[in-house]
Structure formats: C-alpha cells, structure tokens
C-alpha cells in the first residue's frame, strides 16, 4: 500500500494531483482544510487489515515504562535520546492520526453504499458536502429527507431548508437586551475587538454614558491598552478588574449602565483555565451572560474543543468572527447546530463599527452557499490558468 499527501489551494486540484499519481483508483484516506489551501491523504492498493496490522505491530514495539522500585531495575538515569530519535509521544501521536484516517476511510465506504441504495439523495449529499459540513451533520439532514417520491432538485431544496432549521437556535442580543454582556473564546479570535463594534453600536443608538468597558484580560500584555483605546475613539468608560473580587465590584458598581460589556483573557483551546475563566466570570454575577466568539476560518476540530472547554449550559449564544478570512462556513455551522448555539452576529472585518452584521439562519446558509460557489469558481479559474499556460 502507498500513502501519499497532497496539497494544493482547492479541492478540485488537489484531486487532479491525486489521480495522476496514484490513478482513478485511489483511496481518499482524509481530508482537511489548512490556512494555505486544503491537504488530502490517499493511497493506492488500499488494504485495511494490512494497516490494522501495521497499528497493532507497532503499538506491540512500543517501550513499557520501569517501575523503578522493581527488584534488579537499573536505577541509573538513561541517557538523552538523540535529537533524531522517534519518542514515544510522536509514535503515538502518528498513531492516532492513523487510527483517524481509517475511521474517516469507513465512513466514507459506509456513504457510498447507502448513496448507492439512496441515488436520489446523491445531489443532496453533494450540495450539503460542498458546504464542508461535518459528515455527523450531513447524515443527519439526509436521514430526515423522504424516500424516491421526491426528485433530486426538491431533495437538495429541502436538504437546505433543513439545514436552516438546524441553525434556528434562539439567541439573545446584546444590543437589545442590554445587560452584563462577556466575550469569551481562544486567542486571537477577535473578541476585543468584536466588543468594540458593540459598544459602538449601542453609543451611537444611546450615547455613549449608555455603555461601559470591562477588561478582565490579566494574562495578555497590552490588553488593558487596546481596550482603553476604544473607549477614548468610542467615548465610553472602561474599568479595569483582573481579579474575581475586583470584577464582582466593578460589576456591582456598574449595576445601573445600561450596557456593560467584558473583556476575556484568550487562551488555547486546550487550556483548562478557559472553563475556569468562563465560570469565574458568571460567578462575578448572576446578570453576566456569556457569548462564544468563534472564528470562521478555524477547522472542525479545533472548534469543537473550544465549544468543549466552553460549556454550552454557560453560553447564551455565539458570534461568528473572522468571516472575511474565511473560505467556508461549514466547520462553524456544524459545531453550532451540534451544540445548540444561536448566532448574533458576524463579523467581517477590522472596521468598527461597521464590520458587524446581525444575520438569522437563512443568511449563514445563503453564505455558506456562496463560499462554495466561491470555491467552485476558484478551481475553474486555476483550471483555465493552466490551460492558457500550456
């Protein structure tokens, strides 16, 4: 069997690299999207028990730890291990991800046999795919669809109509509401200045004595800055509290603002202390409502650990950031329908406050939509590039 990656800036050339080397028999082991383009891993004489069998073998080489109380257990410290040398972490590492590519290579053989048995749906699938939504979401649209009565055209229709439904998850907003609003999410994700665009929103509809600015943000340097930036531009009053005690009371003394927005510390998603964070901000007060900010461009994967860390029972709903860096809204669709999380807003660029758009689950399928069309285009055009080039 011979594994092989590919990348390239779409799908549809990535795809062209794959069959002219490894021909119109080759196995799309995984698929997955990166900043630079899109990544697929596929072989050729396909085997699976063979590659069962590499797993098992090499899991059986890895090396057991030694109990160093043991009786005869050499209690000398070992040597370093050359720089060159294969760790065990990394060996278990690539495992997993191949335990990974063989459970994406099953579900794969599993839709092709029940898009054999359903080839009415088969437009649909492929509709639903194009939005790179998650195969759990794109199973679940497709089982609720109804049998051969319905033509291919009217199955993709309600396929979409279903996909909006799944989307419709009531949330709140902010702006109308008011309230103690917080931001919450990873690093880099936009969320100051997503909290900008709001607060600049509400002073422009109430004045800006209206709403007030929190940083509670004690982990990045220049943090408190950024914020205190915006209120001189927007006129509004920001506070600082980088501890509990300092935020219940900064929360307490602000009890009468109309508006008051918070400020979180980012961290990676796999950071225990965002959970910790998102509770402490709730425990500050009982008129806190948190909301995920959850960028666009960011994989599936990636999104869902962060809805992971951020407890859903916590969230009163989400804003989607970063929507003019992204090339498909699927990943994020699929997180928020799975997780129940309303969208409030879209953000789609740096300038505030303009660059914030309210939107309601009709408009992020219709985006969603035009991203593939996008996408579709993308490739035809590079198609044609390499036609005039030759």
Not at 75 to 91: D, F, N
Not at 311 to 318: E, F, N, Q, T, Y
């Amino acid at each position: 069997m011979k594994i092989k990656r590919f990348q390239g800036a779409d799908v549809r050339s990535v795809l062209q690299q794959v069959r002219e080397a490894l021909g119109p028999d080759a196995v799309i082991l995984s698929n997955r999207r990166e900043h630079s383009g899109v990544e697929i891993v596929a072989a050729t004489d396909y085997d699976e028990a063979r590659v069962w069998q590499a797993v098992a073998h090499a899991e059986s080489r890895a090396p057991s730890p030694v109990n160093p109380g043991a009786p005869g257990a050499d209690t000398r410290q070992a040597p370093t291990p050359h720089p060159s040398s294969t760790s065990l972490h990394e060996v278990r590492e690539e495992l997993g991800r191949l335990k990974s590519l063989l459970e994406e290579r099953l579900d794969s053989l599993s839709w092709r046999q029940w898009l054999h048995h359903h080839p009415q749906h088969r437009a649909a699938f492929q509709e639903l795919q194009s939005l790179e939504l998650s195969l759990e979401m794109t199973q679940r649209i497709l089982s609720a669809l109804p049998g051969a009565a319905q033509g291919a055209d009217e199955l993709r229709r309600q396929a979409m109509a279903s996909l909006v439904r799944l989307l419709s998850i009531p949330a709140a907003d902010p702006l109308t509401q008011g309230g103690i609003v917080a931001l919450v999410g990873t690093t880099g994700v936009g969320k100051t200045t997503t909290l900008a665009k709001l607060a600049a929103r509400y002073a422009m509809a109430h004045g800006p004595e209206s709403v007030r600015l929190v940083s509670s943000d004690g982990h990045r340097i220049g943090a408190h800055e950024q914020l205190m930036t915006y209120g001189r531009l927007l006129g509004v009053g920001v506070h600082v509290a980088e501890t509990a005690a300092e935020l219940r009371r900064v929360l307490a003394e602000l009890k009468d603002v109309p508006l008051v927005l918070v400020d979180s510390a980012g961290m990676g998603q796999r950071d225990r202390r965002l959970t910790d964070q998102l509770r402490r901000l709730q425990g500050a007060s009982d008129r806190l409502r948190a909301y995920a900010v959850l960028p666009a461009p960011a994989r599936l994967e990636v999104l869902e650990e962060t809805v992971e860390a951020l407890p859903v029972s916590h969230l009163a709903g989400a804003m989607i950031s970063k929507l003019d860096e992204a090339v498909s809204l699927g990943p994020v669709l699929s997180v928020l329908s799975r997780r129940r999380l309303g969208v409030v807003y879209l953000a789609n660029g740096q300038r505030v406050p303009e660059d914030l758009l309210r939107t309601r689950p009709a408009d992020l399928v219709i985006r969603a939509q035009a991203f593939a069309r996008q996408q579709r285009s993308g490739s035809m055009d590079d198609k044609w590039r390499g036609v005039r080039a030759g």
